[in-house]
C-alpha cells in the first residue's frame, strides 16, 4: 500500500488460489530460533563437540513414540558420534572409540556433573555395557541435558541426507540462551 496515495498494488507470483483456499500460511515452531549455517557441510563433515541441526523426516522411531506431531521438523542437539565411531557410556561420561569424548565444554561439565549438567545417562540403547556403532553416511547426536533428552539413545543415527547445518545465533527467544549458539 503506498501512503502518498492511499492506494494498493497487486503483487504477481504465478499462484493461483481458489475461493475457500488458504492464500498465505506461516509455519508457527517451538523452540529455539536460530540462525544456520547450511553451507559449510557442502564442503567439510560435521565435526563430533559441534551443535548440529537435522531434520527429522526418516527418524522413524522418533515419529512413533512422538505420534500426533509433525514428521518434519528441525532439531538441534550436539554431534556425538560420526561414520564407523563407536559410543559407550560409563559413570555418567560418554565414551567415544573407547575414550572420554572431546571436542566440546559441554562433554566435560557431563562427565563431572557441574554446572547443572547431570552426566550422560544409560538408556534406551546405550544401558549400562551396551556399545552403539554409529553407521556409514549416519550421525549420532545427543542434548546436552542427558536427562532430559530424546536423542540418538532412543531413535538411533541421524542419515547424513538429513544434516541440515551448524547452528550459529539463537536470536528468539529473549532468554539466557539468546546468543551464539554453543
Given at each position: 500500500r503506498s501512503s502518498s496515495t492511499g492506494r494498493m498494488g497487486l503483487l504477481r507470483t504465478g499462484k493461483t488460489v481458489k475461493r475457500g483456499e488458504r492464500a498465505l500460511?506461516?509455519?508457527i515452531l517451538t523452540g529455539d530460533q536460530l540462525f544456520v549455517d547450511r553451507v559449510s557441510y557442502h564442503f567439510?563433515?560435521?565435526k563430533v563437540g559441534q551443535g548440529f541441526v537435522f531434520r527429522t523426516d526418516h527418524l522413524t522411531e522418533l515419529h512413533a513414540m512422538m505420534a500426533g506431531s509433525p514428521k518434519e521438523q528441525y532439531y538441534i542437539k550436539r554431534l556425538v558420534g560420526a561414520p564407523g565411531d563407536e559410543l559407550q557410556i560409563?559413570?555418567?561420561t560418554l565414551y567415544r572409540n573407547g575414550a572420554p569424548i572431546t571436542g566440546s565444554p559441554?562433554?566435560?561439565?557431563n562427565a563431572e556433573r557441574v554446572d547443572h549438567y547431570v552426566g550422560y545417562r544409560n538408556e534406551a540403547r546405550l544401558q549400562t555395557g551396551s556399545v552403539m556403532k554409529v553407521p556409514?553416511?549416519?550421525y549420532a547426536a545427543f542434548g546436552d541435558n542427558s536427562a532430559s533428552s530424546?536423542?540418538?539413545r532412543y531413535w538411533g543415527t541421524i542419515p547424513d541426507k538429513d544434516v541440515v547445518g551448524k547452528p550459529l545465533f539463537i536470536?528468539?527467544?529473549f532468554t539466557a540462551r539468546w546468543g551464539p549458539a554453543p
Open positions: 500460511a506461516f509455519d567439510v563433515r560435521p560409563r559413570d555418567f559441554a562433554f566435560a561439565k556409514a553416511r549416519t530424546l536423542d540418538s536470536y528468539y527467544p
